[in-house]
Structure formats: C-alpha cells, structure tokens
C-alpha cells in the first residue's frame, strides 16, 4: 500500500477553525474506510473521524462530533477532515489511515487496527 499524505495542519489560536486534508494514491487499492487520528504528546493515539470509502456513512468520537466534520471525494481521492472551534486540547499530530479491510477489526473503523496504511501525520497546533 502507498502511504496516504497530509497536508493543512499549522498554528491557529483557540476558536479558530482549519481544515486537514487527505490525499490517497491510485495505486492505493482496496480501500473500504479512510479515518482519522490524532496523538497529542504523552498520549495515546485517538480516533477521530472515520468514512466509507463507497456510500455516505461516516464515523465520529463523541467528544468531538460536534466540531469535526469529515468530508471525502472519491474521484479527487481526497479526506478533508474539517476542525471548527479548536481549542488547546486539540493539539496533536494528525494522521490520516487507509483500510484495505471490508470487514474492519473487531467490526469497527473505530479501531486502529482496523487500519493497513498510515501518512506521515501533520501537526496541529492551537494557541489559547
């Protein structure tokens, strides 16, 4: 699999919003979910936004459900994942994950082992 790539992370100051987005290789095949993560220093990595890659369905943490919104384009082959009212707590390094699996880990995109392929990450950072 050929790593999916981040881009949009940077410094906003709390309240502001940004957008991350996702690019997934044509080489990149199957793919049945694209999710997002994030991983803030000394933590562990968590879940925050996941789509089915064919329909509409969508996944989000609860905490965060209310200020995140994942969008995608399958013919750009593109994830945007849109962050609105960031606030400190919201730093991290941002990663966007691809599933190849049509029947994810445990029956959920909510898991990261659900996930065969990982980018880089990008950093957002929110200023107070």
């Known amino acids: 699999q050929v790593q999916p790539v981040e881009s949009g992370g940077g410094l906003v100051q709390a309240g502001e919003s940004l957008t991350l987005s996702c690019v997934v290789s044509?080489?990149?095949?199957?793919?049945?979910?694209v999710g997002w993560f994030r991983q803030a220093p000394g933590k562990d990595r968590e879940f925050v936004a996941a789509?089915?890659?064919?329909?509409?369905?969508?996944y989000y943490a609860d905490s965060l459900k209310e200020r995140f919104i994942i969008s995608k384009d399958n013919t750009k082959r593109t994830v945007d994942l849109r962050l609105s009212s960031l606030k400190p707590e919201d730093t991290a390094v941002y990663y966007c994950?691809?599933?190849?699996?049509?029947?994810?880990?445990?029956?959920?995109?909510?898991?990261?082992?659900?996930?065969?392929?990982w980018g880089q990450g990008t950093q957002v950072t929110v200023s107070s």
């Open positions: 994950a691809v599933s190849s699996l049509k029947y994810p880990v445990a029956n959920s995109y909510y898991s990261g082992r659900s996930y065969d392929s």
């Open positions: 044509r080489r990149t095949f199957p793919i049945h979910a």
């Open positions: 789509a089915r890659w064919s329909g509409d369905t969508t």
